[in-house]
């Protein structure tokens, strides 16, 4: 069936460093791909898409490619900074039929940036 | 509006009990999601409208679960006999157009049984 696997957290990193957030999926047919960001006592925002192989989605400094042959969309940024502490899940929707918008979401990474 | 309404923002019920959760919908989107979140978890999908009909409901968890949009914007979600293991954050989304690009969700509605 189709599935969304994320990296598991919590993560905490020091501000300016390297963030990688791993996603692998599983889909029939050619699903697009997203990162949905939340943040502490906020709802769900979408923070960037990928619609067909190759694209990459790219959003206040993150960036995540769409690997039809790896079926991969991790998620990186090049500094974080504090305000980027928040959980972002991995998102796909069902390509095609009536289910064309239901979305199926990973389990979450929790993100912490320290000063 | 501006986004996404639900209403209540938290709910606190008793075992057995019926609860009503409201989404009060972007002006405009045709598309309409419920979803429910456990602790810890990812949402999970329970049912999606096209308008005013159920397009798929395959994620409603049992028969005590069901949801109406009559006229194609507020929609509810009513939970009969509630459980314990019912207990979890209830989110609702809409979309212009059902393919789930940009769907806009609300706050939530926090529901807890005791």
């Known amino acids: 069936g189709n599935s969304v696997t994320q990296m598991e957290g919590p993560v905490t990193l020091s501000e300016e460093a390297f963030l990688t957030i791993n996603c692998t999926y599983t889909?029939?047919?050619?699903?697009?791909l997203f990162w949905y960001v939340q943040y502490p006592g906020e709802g769900l925002q979408l923070l960037l898409k990928?619609?067909?192989?190759?694209d990459k989605g790219s959003n206040k400094g993150f960036e995540a490619t769409y690997r039809k042959e790896t079926t991969s969309f991790h998620l990186e940024k090049g500094s974080v900074q504090v305000s980027d502490s928040a959980v972002y899940f991995c998102v796909h929707n069902n390509a095609g039929g009536t289910s064309y918008g239901k979305l199926t979401f990973g389990q979450g990474t929790i993100l912490t940036v320290h000063p | 509006g501006a986004g996404v309404s639900q209403t209540p923002s938290n709910k606190v019920t008793e075992k057995g009990k019926y609860v009503e959760l409201r989404c009060d919908p972007i002006s405009g989107h045709t598309a309409l999601y419920w979803y429910r979140q456990s602790l810890g978890q990812g949402p999970e999908f329970l049912i999606y409208f096209q308008g005013t009909g159920a397009a798929d409901d395959s994620g409603l968890p049992n028969d005590r679960f069901f949801a109406v949009r009559p006229e194609g914007s507020v929609s509810t979600l009513k939970i009969q006999r509630t459980e314990r293991g019912d207990s979890a954050v209830y989110l609702c989304?809409?979309?212009?157009?059902?393919?789930?690009?940009?769907?806009?969700f609300g706050q939530g509605t926090r529901l807890t049984v005791v």
């Open positions: 889909a029939t047919g050619y699903p697009s």
């Open positions: 990928a619609t067909k192989a190759d």
């Open positions: 989304a809409s979309s212009l157009a059902g393919q789930g690009t940009d769907a806009f």
